[in-house]
């Protein structure tokens, strides 16, 4: 069951007034466009001024850094919004158990999976639950599995099964075959699982699945750690420019528009402040919106290369992030990709139930839960997309961009594979490789 938003009396001193505003007219009036009985009138406005979000340098963090770096939490009526780089899922987990007050974080760009295994207590420390919400989804598309150069003749697609082979060899020859993802039952975890799994290959028996943070890729697969990695962008893309390595698949040739990353919260900061939860979400998704359009992607790119956010080339994000998927192999370059990054476009922003029970399911097939696990009640307590609908007709989104449904109905995957959000137990049988038998 959804909570509902709870109404407050409080409003503003002088002094909020002025550090909401920036002391600009400016500012109050554009406020005052999305707050039309008045932005900072008393009980109207956020209830804080301040939240901290934390981020992995990633392009799927965009809308937060345009956010940010565009004035939209500004524009909202919260202008000390601070967005914050963590140093990998693992820390940012730990910073959201912590919350501002214990010096660590409110929300966070996430992997959607994360919010309900920190809800769970499935992944903190002694498995103590911290409630957690999804506010909204914040890209479809274009993660990547990349492949190590050594394997540059198997010229590796969809299609992981020639891997098979390779990796026995190298398992018989003494060392391990190591593939990378970035948090245990997170969506790379659950990329790169998917697509070996469909390939024959047992991501826990035939190959070492390792840990490592997204900045961390390149240079790993640099000095041999690993064969293979999923992960976001730019590092995809680098890793190309560097000559280390090759893409085998954009992970939306897996699932043609699938979800992957969220906005969470945690629920005591969004149950406290409400009003100030909405209008993050209002500036994000008014973020979404300007990442998504096509005048705006060579900005977008120069944004996101910033030394704040993602530190690194633009001729490393920008290609991929306007549509030019270049491969690295010959004669794989692929113009206006339909797998570019969506952050608004085909209800991309909209955090449906529906995707969020696949990922759980994923993870249940996977161990994280055990069988039989409840999904629909940790779904009703974690996904909020009553607030994303409220946000949506405040910020004046056309009805025609607000879902009318939490499912997207039945998914089908590259390998024939579908997932019945009305019948999930059926997809779990009809996968071979699996840890939990249904």
């Known amino acids: 069951m959804t909570k509902p938003i709870i109404p407050t009396s409080r409003g503003f001193s002088r002094r909020q007034l002025l550090k909401a505003t920036g002391g600009t007219a400016a500012l109050l009036a554009a406020a005052k466009l999305n707050f039309p009985a008045g932005a900072f009138a008393q009980g109207a406005g956020p209830e804080v001024t301040k939240a901290t979000l934390g981020f992995i340098a990633l392009s799927d963090a965009g809308p937060l850094f345009v956010a940010k770096d565009k004035g939209f939490f500004a524009k909202h009526g919260m202008p000390d919004v601070e967005v914050a780089k963590q140093a990998s899922w693992g820390t940012t987990r730990d ?162 528009k699938h979800p992957e990353k969220s906005l969470g919260m945690r629920a005591a900061w969004v149950d406290k402040y409400p009003k100030a939860a909405k209008a993050i979400l209002m500036a994000i998704m008014e973020a979404q919106q300007w990442a998504d359009k096509a005048e705006n992607k060579k900005e977008l790119a120069t944004i996101m290369g910033k030394r704040q956010w993602m530190n690194c080339p633009v001729d490393d994000v920008y290609d991929r992030s306007a549509g030019k998927f270049d491969y690295g192999i010959p004669g794989k370059v692929v113009e206006n990709s339909p797998h570019i990054m969506k952050y608004w476009r085909d209800h991309a922003s909209y955090p449906f139930q529906s995707h969020d029970l696949w990922f759980l399911t994923e993870d249940i097939r996977w161990g994280k839960y055990e069988a039989g696990f409840d999904t629909k009640a940790l779904i009703g307590k974690v996904n909020r997309e009553d607030l994303w609908k409220e946000a949506a007709k405040t910020l004046g989104v056309p009805a025609a961009e607000i879902p009318t449904s939490t499912s997207r109905g039945k998914e089908t995957f590259f390998d024939g594979k579908v997932f019945d959000p009305e019948n999930p137990a059926a997809y779990l049988k009809s996968l071979s490789i699996k840890r939990v038998e249904v």
Request: proline letters at 7%.
């Open 95 to 256: 910073n959201l158990v912590l919350g501002s007050e214990g010096n660590g974080i409110d929300g966070a760009h996430i992997l959607t999976p994360m919010p309900y295994l920190i809800s769970a207590g499935k992944v903190t420390q002694n498995n103590v639950p911290t409630p957690m919400y999804i506010l909204a989804r914040l890209n479809l598309d274009a993660q990547c599995i990349s492949i190590a150069k050594e394997y540059a003749n198997l010229k590796i697609g969809t299609d992981s099964s020639p891997l098979k082979a390779v990796f026995e060899q190298k398992k018989a020859a003494g060392k391990a075959a190591k593939v990378a993802m970035t948090f245990p039952g997170g969506t790379h975890d659950l990329w790169i699982r998917y697509w070996l799994a469909a390939g024959g290959i047992d991501p826990d028996k035939d190959v070492e699945t390792i840990v490592v943070p997204p900045p961390q890729m390149v240079a790993n697969m640099k000095v041999g750690t690993m064969d293979a990695f999923c992960v976001g962008e730019p590092w995809n893309l680098q890793l190309i420019n560097q000559g280390i390595g090759y893409t085998a698949v954009n992970t939306g040739e897996l699932w043609n």
